[in-house]
């Protein structure tokens, strides 16, 4: 299963970004699903996921300017980040998790640079 992640790119301090990533497959075998980043030389963070059933968990850097969405319709999952600080630079990585198979599949990382 390959997941496609769109967005990124350079982004100016303060300012916001929107991240989404669509995830082949039927919905309702995805219980969680969300993004992970990984700046360099740092280990893989959690950014945010949301559930089957709509309840979202942030990462405690990111918590309260960050917001994880799901489209069931679009099979989408959505990453809106905003007040970006050059810390927030890193390799975005979308996963969602089959339930039923109980495995977890992985985009390919859209690179976020906060730079003036």
């Known amino acids: 299963v390959q997941l496609q992640a769109s967005g990124g790119g350079l982004v100016q301090p303060g300012g916001s970004l929107r991240l989404a990533c669509t995830i082949p497959g039927n919905p309702r075998f995805f219980n969680r699903m969300g993004w992970y980043r990984q700046a360099p030389e740092k280990q893989r963070e959690l950014v945010g996921e949301?559930?089957?059933?709509?309840?979202?968990m942030y990462g405690a850097s990111v918590r309260g300017r960050s917001t994880v969405s799901r489209d069931d319709a679009e099979n989408t999952v959505i990453l809106q980040m905003n007040s970006l600080k050059p810390e927030d630079t890193a390799v975005y990585y979308c996963?969602?998790?089959?339930?039923?198979?109980?495995?977890?599949?992985w985009g390919q990382g859209t690179l976020v640079t906060v730079s003036s």
């Open positions: 996963f969602a998790h089959n339930r039923l198979l109980e495995e977890s599949y």
């Open positions: 949301i559930t089957s059933g709509g309840s979202p």
